[in-house]
């Protein structure tokens, strides 16, 4: 039943550790998402997180199912094993748009556009992406996750 579908590119070590979307205690995710929903996402258990980005419409996936990497960065990804976003269409029929955390994930941006998907490139919200504050961050997941 998901209308928009947040794409980030693989797992940090800490959420692969945690077995949780966004683990990094430093990464911005839920407290911009929460924001944007009306929700105080940081502040409540994972299961509680996943049940009001679900009531909210949203969806969190990865662009890469598997992938080699040392580390956390985007940057050290090596032999990625792309997700099968084309099957979004007839798992996902109410999905009108698809947000790229960071231009990792956003490489197949073009993939969901033929699909016919809406697709928007929001800032990342991981630690390593400092150049913007937060609140410019969170403008510009506002206006994106508008569905």
């Not at 928007?120 to 569905?147: C, D, Q, Y």
């Amino acid at each position: 039943r998901a209308r928009v579908l947040i794409l980030g590119s693989f797992p940090s070590t800490a959420s692969l550790a945690a077995r949780q979307y966004y683990a990094h205690p430093q990464n911005q995710f839920w407290r911009i998402v929460g924001a944007v929903i009306g929700q105080p996402l940081k502040d409540v258990d994972y299961a509680a997180r996943l049940a009001a980005v679900q009531a909210a419409g949203i969806a969190i996936w990865d662009v890469f199912a598997s992938c080699a990497r040392a580390g956390s960065l985007d940057s050290a990804i090596r032999d990625a094993v792309p997700n099968p976003l084309a099957e979004l269409k007839k798992s996902a029929p109410a999905l009108r748009r698809i947000c790229f955390n960071g231009r990792t994930a956003a490489k197949r941006i073009r993939e969901v556009e033929a699909m016919g998907f809406d697709a928007v490139v929001l800032p990342s919200t991981s630690p390593a992406h400092a150049g913007m504050s937060f609140g410019e961050k969170l403008a510009r997941w506002r206006g994106g996750l508008a569905s």
